[in-house]
């Protein structure tokens, strides 16, 4: 760690957490191995009791997971990090290690799905109580602060609306209060935004998109600031089971070497789309935070480092004009997640809040003709031919109304 101290972000990206190994490899070997002998009765009873350093059991630690931790707590300036099994392992690892009965939680209404019904449904059934609020306002997260608030909880920018909050602000207003201010960091990684140096206590972040990048593993990490933080939730996630494992794990740290090249494709790929979206007539609205019109764009200025790779639009022709673009792409992906090399495009109102129902879908901000797209690093040109031409297979407007009235 010493030794890349000075060096910048992405050259952090390629030599943080490499260490030495035996013959000398480049690369962390995978010690793909549940068990590790010790030498004798009494060097196990050291390790056990925390006298001597070394390995016992992989979901405990294993040289192939601390590598990518300790690369990823490089990244993101914190202390130390801990990989789990997902990014819902991370969060929900994070809550159980913050929080206990009758305690209160206020959590970005703008929120990764399972992440609002894992603290509506489970973490509720323990008690722990949970006001949403449109944290990019300030003022709500004032507001709802309760004498038992523990975590603030902020996704920025959130999903699917990419509204942005304010993470210093928000850090005040948690400190003020005695209370933690956890950040969800997927949607920017920590090549565009450092949530831990703005004040945040907590960093989470769904490692299966940006951090890992190539849309093959499934994993999630947590980062902490200090010593006892880290003791406190290593021991939870130890007991609650969600670690990461090794070849996931050496998976992702390969990915993490070319993180900086890919966020600054990234970004500059879903400029130019937005712009291009934001010119087209049959779309309403464009949501990026690279864009002057992004309600938040300012404070994004301030807090990141770029825009990031993911837009939300709105067509005009509602939910058969998504229906038809979702069939009429072909270089772009039609598929859930995000943060990969790929392109994917997705229209949460006939896929992932099809079965919500058009009512709770509009409460929850998802409009009928809203889709997501996760830009990729193609070349810009294609993926910017691919959505013209499926662009013209989506009806106009006024035919739309037509039809629909028949
Ligand atoms: C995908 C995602 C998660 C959950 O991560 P998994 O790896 O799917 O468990 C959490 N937060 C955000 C913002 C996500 O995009």
Not at 59 to 76: F, G, I
Not at 164 to 170: S, V
Request: proline share 4%; charged share 20%.
């Amino acid at each position: 760690m010493s030794k890349n101290k000075n060096i910048k972000f992405d050259s952090k990206c390629v030599h943080s957490g490499i260490g030495e190994y035996e013959f000398g490899p480049v690369v962390p070997p995978i010690y793909q191995t549940s068990t590790f002998k010790f030498e004798s009765a009494a060097h196990g009873a050291s390790l056990f009791k925390g006298e001597k350093e070394g390995y016992i059991y992989t979901r405990m630690s294993n040289p192939t997971v601390e590598a990518m931790e300790k690369s990823v707590a490089e990244l993101e300036g914190g202390f130390k990090a801990l990989g789990c099994a997902s990014g819902m392992a991370a969060i929900s690892t994070a809550f159980t290690a913050l929080l206990k009965a009758n305690d209160h939680v206020i959590c970005s209404k703008s929120v990764y799905g399972p992440t609002s019904t894992l603290l509506r449904t489970i973490f509720e059934k323990f008690n722990v109580e949970t006001t949403f609020v449109e944290t990019s306002e300030i003022n709500e997260i004032k507001n709802a602060v309760k004498s038992n608030t523990k975590v603030i909880y902020v996704e920025t920018p959130g999903n699917p609306t990419l509204s942005i909050t304010d993470l210093q602000k928000a850090a005040k207003i948690a400190h003020d209060n005695n209370a933690k201010l956890v950040v969800d960091n997927t949607f920017m990684s920590p090549a565009l935004q450092q949530p831990l140096a703005l004040g945040a206590d907590v960093v989470v972040h769904s490692m299966t998109k940006f951090l890992n990048g190539h849309a093959d593993v499934v994993a999630g990490i947590i980062v902490v600031n200090d010593e006892e933080t880290y003791k406190e939730f290593r021991r939870v996630l130890n007991q609650m089971g969600g670690v990461i494992d090794p070849f996931n794990s050496f998976l992702v740290h390969r990915g993490l070497k070319t993180l900086a090249l890919r966020m600054q494709r990234h970004n500059e790929n879903a400029t130019e789309i937005a712009s291009f979206l934001e010119s087209h007539p049959k779309i309403k609205w464009v949501r990026y935070p690279g864009l002057e019109s992004h309600p938040q764009f300012e404070i994004g200025k301030k807090q990141h480092f770029g825009p990031g790779g993911m837009i939300t639009f709105e067509l005009k022709g509602g939910f058969n004009a998504g229906e038809k673009l979702m069939n009429s792409v072909n270089l772009c992906q039609l598929a859930v997640s995000l943060g990969g090399v790929e392109t994917l495009i997705q229209h949460p109102a006939s896929m992932t809040h099809l079965t919500m129902g058009k009512e709770a879908r509009e409460t929850a901000g998802i409009t009928e003709g809203l889709v997501r797209l996760s830009v990729g690093i193609e070349n810009v040109g294609d993926i910017i031919s691919d959505l013209e031409n499926a662009l013209d297979q989506v009806m106009e407007p006024a035919t739309e109304k037509i039809n629909n009235a028949v």
